[in-house]
């Protein structure tokens, strides 16, 4: 039997002022169902007796962190983490708006746009619609890479740095489109897809995610003049990645899911198996998390050996699929196990891709601190704290925050106490 239905629990209908005492109730009911004492529980999950007594009795708010941890130990299949207090959903939010917010056209910033493609060496009225083009091999070379270099960049630098170059770019590309015979143009229309793509995911490692999915939204009409179909589906896993942050399991779970269409390239559908897992990790499911991990494992398997396929998501995960293995399984409260999948992992991430080594070693050390191993995890948390204000990321933030949380239950242990002014210097916005 389900274990909602075996324990008589679940979020709808219980009003929010109400949900933390029926967490505590619940979760005593839970403890004393597996058996447990208060002791044994406090031990398994790495808090005190004391914390958990108080959630028991409604004293303390539960955190979600917790409810994720008593959920593996008490096996008890997403239960406590679903009776978890929200903050009730802006109706008025991001999502609300999907799909109606569009980026402004190729013409917004059209002097910016001309300066920007004269700095590739190339005029703006390089060719007239339906001329030959004899240039266009070389100007579609120098902007790949320009894009590769940008990428480069958003590796080691703050996203908010990295956006108006993109954004310049993305305008520049379409002017030359516009202006560019057919079939340079119709590469031209698909690289500036790949800008505006980009930007969306600087503008939400800015912590602006109503500009992230405006650039997604723009990225997409792009890809739809360019004729690449695939970029449009990938938009979904990017999308997907916004609700995540945003702790809405649902909304992760079906973008992600529309994504993984039998017509799209293996690649796409294995990145969106992956968002799809993280989504299924986030409401405590764990069986249905490996299921969609295990899809994700072979598709990208299988992409792999595929030529001509759009490069999208990230490059510098060796194993990307046993990476998120590792991610989803601190969402599902097995600190452990998830240690031992991102200490492989983050081992082989590429000395350059900063931005990269700070998103998963954040993590990493969060999967120490929640196993009890702190000392190691403040190791962790000092080696990358230089990182993580380098490259200037909201995402990697919200995990920073959470591992600070962690480790601040030890107030007075020697090696959080050496991190701790660093810590929360990295977590203070700049000016305060």
Not at 206 to 228: K, N, P, Q
Request: aromatic fraction near 4%.
């Amino acid at each position: 039997m389900d274990a909602r239905h075996r324990l008589g629990m679940g979020q709808m209908g219980v009003p929010v002022q109400e949900q933390p005492a029926r967490f505590g109730a619940e979760l005593r009911r839970a403890r004393i169902a597996a058996g447990l004492t208060l002791t044994e529980l406090a031990a398994a999950v790495h808090y005190s007796k004391g914390q958990i007594s108080k959630v028991e009795t409604g004293k303390k708010r539960p955190s979600l962190g917790l409810a994720r941890l008593c959920d593996a130990a008490l096996h008890t299949d997403g239960v406590l983490v679903s009776l978890v207090p929200t903050r009730p959903r802006r109706a008025d939010g991001p999502l609300a708006e999907m799909g109606t917010k569009r980026a402004m056209g190729p013409s917004r910033r059209h002097a910016m746009a001309v300066g920007a493609a004269s700095l590739l060496a190339i005029p703006e009225a390089a060719a007239p619609a339906g001329a030959a083009e004899p240039m266009g091999s070389n100007l579609l070379e120098i902007s790949y890479a320009l894009f590769h270099q940008y990428r480069r960049l958003g590796q080691m630098s703050p996203a908010s740095t990295i956006l108006p170059g993109l954004a310049e770019q993305t305008d520049s590309l379409c002017v030359l489109a516009a202006r560019t015979g057919p079939r340079t143009g119709r590469k031209l229309w698909g690289l500036a897809a790949r800008y505006a793509e980009y930007a969306g995911w600087m503008a939400e490692e800015s912590g602006d995610d109503e500009a992230a999915l405006r650039w997604t939204d723009h990225a997409v009409d792009l890809a739809d003049i360019a004729g690449e179909q695939d970029l449009a589906s990938y938009a979904l896993v990017r999308r997907a990645l916004i609700t995540y942050y945003q702790g809405n399991s649902a909304d992760t779970i079906a973008l992600a899911a529309r994504a993984r269409s039998p017509r799209l390239v293996h690649r796409i559908r294995g990145l969106a198996a992956q968002r799809e897992a993280q989504g299924h990790a986030l409401a405590g499911d764990y069986d249905s998390a490996m299921r969609a991990l295990d899809s994700a494992r072979e598709l990208l398997s299988t992409a792999a050996s595929e030529t001509g396929a759009p490069t999208l998501g990230t490059t510098h995960l060796g194993n990307p699929a046993d990476m998120i293995t590792g991610w989803c399984l601190v969402d599902l409260g097995r600190p452990r196990e998830a240690a031992e999948h991102l200490d492989r992992e983050c081992v082989r991430i590429p000395g350059h891709a900063l931005r990269t080594q700070a998103r998963y070693g954040v993590r990493r050390a969060l999967a120490h601190a929640a196993a009890g191993e702190l000392d190691y995890a403040c190791e962790l948390a000092g080696s990358l704290l230089r990182t993580t204000s380098c490259v200037g990321s909201a995402t990697i933030t919200t995990d920073l925050r959470r591992l600070e949380r962690a480790l601040a239950r030890h107030p007075h242990r020697p090696a959080f106490l050496a991190i701790s002014p660093h810590l929360t210097a990295a977590l203070t916005p700049l000016g305060h």
